[in-house]
């Protein structure tokens, strides 16, 4: 009953706007780092944002930096990732995963293997 799920994708044109939620069941996100990645056609997953539990620090890719924004919203047990100004090159799927611990408090974007689960992921397509 441990899960995280991934919502909020789908088709939109250069320049607009999306909302991905990363939802999680049978457990608090309070106390988890969380972050999220992505996975273009033909490329590695990359880090794209996350944010530590305690201290709420923040990180994002360079390439997003501006244009989307991550946040928790513990009321409804889901970490948000705001996304704007959308790019072609934003297209890919889109997963949350979580890192338990104590607070780190500077969450890393390239050691993927600190983060213990991860969601089924969610598709983004920028196009036209």
């Known amino acids: 009953q441990l899960q995280l799920v991934e919502s909020g994708g789908g088709l939109v044109q250069p320049g607009g706007s999306l909302r991905l939620s990363c939802a999680a069941s049978?457990?608090?996100?309070?106390?988890?780092?969380v972050g999220w990645f992505r996975r273009a056609p033909g490329k590695e997953r990359e880090g794209v944002s996350c944010?530590?539990?305690?201290?709420?620090?923040?990180n994002y890719k360079h390439s997003v930096k501006g244009r989307f924004t991550i946040s928790r919203d513990n009321a409804k047990n889901t970490v948000d990732l705001q996304m704007n100004s959308l790019k072609p090159e934003d297209t890919a799927v889109y997963y949350c995963a979580v890192q338990g611990g104590p607070d780190p408090n500077f969450c890393s974007l390239l050691d993927q293997g600190r983060y213990n689960r991860w969601g089924q992921g969610t598709q983004v397509t920028v196009s036209s």
């Open positions: 049978g457990f608090s996100l309070d106390y988890y780092t």
């Open positions: 944010v530590t539990w305690s201290t709420y620090s923040s």
